[in-house]
């Protein structure tokens, strides 16, 4: 069964910069899609960004608006990890940050309940 553990929250400075990392282990995970998403108190998680892969093909990445330009998301294979580089950050990005992966085509970055395999969060902080 798969199992993701995230790591690499902490605090920094607005416009500094942390690499997230989501380390899976119980499969490889060559065949899941994997996404990052967050989640602050009284919100609903809001899904940043996803890579995929079709028909065995090339892997793919998605990126929601509030990521664009400055998140990228990163798959190393060899460490069966998935990283989410995030630069320029903001005051308005705090908040706990998961891995998500699921196995389907019908996985949804918008929706967060369509995606079946979680880890437990990293608490990220922006604050001067």
């Known amino acids: 069964q798969l199992q993701l553990v995230e790591s690499g929250g902490g605090l920094v400075r607005p416009g500094g910069s942390l690499r997230l990392s989501c380390v899976a282990s119980g499969d490889s995970l060559d065949a899941w899609t994997v996404g990052w998403f967050r989640q602050v108190p009284g919100k609903e998680r809001e899904g940043l960004s996803y890579?995929?892969?079709?028909?065995?093909?090339?892997?793919?990445?998605e990126y929601a608006d509030s990521a664009k330009g400055r998140f990228t998301i990163v798959r190393d294979k060899a460490k069966n990890t998935v990283f989410l580089q995030m630069d320029s950050l903001r005051p308005e990005d705090p908040a706990v940050y998961y891995c998500a992966a699921d196995s389907s085509p019908y996985f949804d970055l918008t929706n967060w309940r369509t995606w079946g395999t979680w880890g437990q969060g990293t608490q990220v902080t922006v604050s001067s």
């Open positions: 890579n995929t892969r079709k028909n065995g093909g090339p892997y793919s990445a």
